[in-house]
């Protein structure tokens, strides 16, 4: 199991832009597949990307692709979500989680979870 954190959150202009940052803790961190995860109120959770074990492979949604950016950096147990050319539509919490065999676009599929950062784009 991991213990993941997130962190960056918060509130910008449409067109503005934001670093999400999700930090582990322990040392198997490179073993897991990671991903973004994101609710607006009122809406299921939903995926918005994600990065493999090995950081070769990065899936991303229609919602963010051309617009975010996922990497990870093993040394610091730490995955990244830059978003760029916000909108008003990205607001809502965003998690992280992490898999140990596969990288799911199912929320289902995972059982370690951050608490989430709020982000609220504004118009």
């Known amino acids: 199991q991991v213990q993941l954190v997130e962190s960056g959150g918060g509130s910008v202009q449409a067109g503005g832009s934001l670093k999400l940052s999700c930090t582990a803790s322990g040392r198997t961190f490179n073993s897991y597949a990671m991903g973004w995860f994101r609710q607006a109120p009122g809406k299921e959770r939903e995926f918005v990307g994600g990065?493999?074990?090995?950081?070769?492979?990065?899936f991303y949604t229609k919602s963010g692709k051309g617009r975010f950016a996922i990497s990870r950096d093993d040394a610091n147990n730490t995955m990244y979500l830059q978003m760029n050319s916000l909108k008003p539509e990205d607001t809502a919490v965003y998690y992280c989680?992490?898999?140990?065999?596969?990288?799911?676009?199912?929320?289902?599929?995972?059982?370690?979870w951050g608490q989430g950062t709020q982000v609220t784009v504004s118009s």
């Open positions: 989680a992490g898999n140990r065999f596969d990288l799911f676009s199912d929320s289902g599929k995972y059982d370690d």
């Open positions: 990065i493999s074990q090995s950081g070769r492979s990065i």
